[in-house]
């Protein structure tokens, strides 16, 4: 996790700062040099271009809508440059705000960020893409882009407002909390997020991007509206991404690997409450091409959650059919391997479907998935599951065997929580390539 220690310098340096308004001196305190480890991407990143100390823009505190003000300091500190928001105070998005111009440039978030709930208004306003009615607040593209929190800048989406919104109209579009759509080369390090309205982060059309230091988690005052679809980070058309050395706590898949994430490396998080470390869902739509490959998963602690290790993929459709969103998409997954998992209390240590959303296996059996699923691995998995399926801890489960492919488990030690002999579900798997007690549906 971030040190300590420069957390501290930092505050004792903002505190020799005046910082009372946005022409006040502002110095910059020395930032984090930060690396990926222990696993490291094929390609490595590049370093960031030098960046100007006097070339500081602070985001006037005192504005109703920070969005605009905050454009524009990125604008004027583009190049070169860096943009602070200042400690100890709020800012607030009421608008949205376009940050995919940025080059070479940092964003020191200090402060907190709060977004606007006005959701009538962000209904028609946020930024919004097909791939799963995707919208945003606010988004983050160009190239060598910075985004520091050094443990102190918050994002809070004030989620209740959305999730209550939810539990009234199914249909309304909630944001997502962060988003880049077109950054390559960069960082975003030393947040905390809180109470996203939707997804925590997506990461889309990205590339080279060192995600770390990140802390998620809701925050529930309604319990009647409890948060929805909070994922903790989705990749989407995105490659060269490591997201590592962080904490979530949240109601649905830590990571998800969306389609076309390809070189993604995922290591050091703790997970709590969530839906797993997914891939997928994949093969929704008809007629697109999904592809999740070269994926490495290491070192994860995982508690209390309905799955540890997920593929989801979703079964064919019958002849004839087009324009289906509920499957019948081709592609496939690819390299991808789950090392050193740590469980406590989760449904299913490990969860293996193309059968996702069928109404019956007999459905999924009549009707296989197109999407080929191959050369995956799940090794030196450890701990419990939780009591829900005693005394079968896993799932795997393929729609015929011609398209489940190389599929290996070693070294697997999950135990139940009545002591009994671990159970796995297999169905149209090469038993002979896994390492566990497998036994039929």
Not at 302 to 326: E, L
């Amino acid at each position: 996790m971030l040190h300590r220690l420069i957390i501290g310098a930092l505050i004792s340096t903002l505190l020799t700062a005046t910082a009372t308004s946005a022409t006040a001196p502002f110095i910059l305190p020395t930032l984090p040099n930060l690396t990926a480890g222990p696993k490291t991407p094929a390609i490595p990143f590049s370093p960031s271009a030098a960046r100007d100390a006097s070339k500081i823009c602070v985001v006037d505190p005192e504005v109703a809508d920070a969005g605009p003000a905050l454009i524009s300091a990125a604008h004027s500190c583009n190049n070169g440059g860096t943009v602070v928001l200042l400690p100890d105070t709020t800012y607030t998005i009421a608008s949205p705000t376009d940050l995919t111009f940025l080059q070479s440039i940092d964003i020191l978030i200090l402060g907190t960020v709060v977004f606007s709930d006005d959701v009538e208004y962000w209904q028609t306003r946020a930024f919004g893409y097909a791939y799963q009615d995707t919208h945003l607040f606010w988004k983050f593209g160009g190239n060598d882009v910075n985004i520091y929190g050094l443990g102190i800048g918050t994002l809070d989406g004030l989620g209740q407002t959305w999730w209550t919104a939810k539990r009234s109209n199914e249909t309304v579009y909630r944001p997502v909390l962060f988003g880049t759509d077109g950054l390559a080369g960069g960082s975003i390090s030393g947040l905390n997020m809180k109470n996203s309205p939707m997804w925590f982060n997506v990461i889309m059309n990205s590339s080279d991007v060192l995600i770390t230091d990140i802390n998620i988690w809701n925050e529930v005052t309604n319990s009647s509206s409890p948060p929805a679809n909070t994922d903790g980070w989705d990749t989407y058309r995105s490659t060269n991404i490591v997201i590592q050395n962080s904490t979530i706590d949240n109601y649905d898949d830590c990571v998800s690997f969306k389609p076309n994430s390809t070189s993604i490396i995922i290591q050091n998080l703790q997970c709590n409450g969530s839906h797993g470390i997914s891939v997928g869902s994949l093969g929704q739509y008809q007629g697109e091409y999904d592809i999740v490959e070269d994926v490495y998963v290491y070192n994860i602690s995982m508690s209390n959650a309905s799955d540890g290790a997920r593929i989801k993929i979703w079964p064919g459709v019958p002849p004839n059919t087009t324009g289906s969103s509920s499957g019948g998409g081709a592609g496939y997954v690819r390299n991808v391997t789950y090392e050193l998992f740590y469980n406590t209390n989760n449904d299913w240590a490990i969860e293996l479907t193309q059968c996702y959303f069928a109404s019956s296996q007999a459905a999924c059996d009549a009707y296989p998935a197109v999407l080929v699923i191959e050369d995956i691995l799940f090794k030196d998995f450890y701990g419990t599951a939780s009591k829900r399926h005693d005394p079968k801890v896993g799932s795997l489960v393929c729609s015929d065997p011609s398209v489940c492919k190389n599929i290996r488990a070693e070294n697997i030690n999950i135990a139940p929580p009545s002591a009994a002999v671990a159970e796995w579900v297999c169905t149209n798997m090469d038993e002979g390539l896994l390492a566990i007690n497998c036994v039929a549906a």
